[in-house]
């Protein structure tokens, strides 16, 4: 043990205030990579109504010009759900990192 800023003790180069800034920097992280999962999930939520609205069977070309245009949203949306679904995996990844990065604070 050796004595840290403002007069705390560190362990390995540790502080008690660097382990706590390191966990809410985590926690913060943690928080954002929820964000994301709830953008997903809504994401998830307009797919499945696009779904319910392309089984109407409309025989006009409008409606032909419809359900096309419904399923070029539909597919852009997909895209855009699954690289939501990969960023809260990245941001999960980072905030464990976060965490894991603390203990070598000072080394």
Do not use: E, I, K
């Given at each position: 043990m050796r004595p840290g800023s403002a007069g705390s003790a560190a362990i390995?180069?540790?502080?008690a205030a660097d382990a706590v800034e390191c966990a809410s920097r985590s926690y913060e992280?943690?928080?954002l990579a929820a964000r994301v999962?709830?953008?997903a999930d809504e994401a998830?939520?307009?797919l499945a109504a696009l779904g319910r609205l392309e089984?109407?069977?409309w025989q006009s070309p409008a409606g032909q010009a419809y359900r096309l245009t419904l399923s070029l949203q539909a597919?852009?949306?997909r895209r855009s759900r699954d690289a939501l679904l990969d960023a809260?995996?990245?941001v999960r990844r980072h905030a464990q990192n976060v965490t894991l990065s603390s203990g070598?604070?000072?080394?």
């Open positions: 390995f180069g540790v502080t992280v943690q928080q999962a709830r953008c998830d939520a307009v089984l109407q069977t597919a852009a949306l809260v995996a990245v070598r604070l000072g080394s």
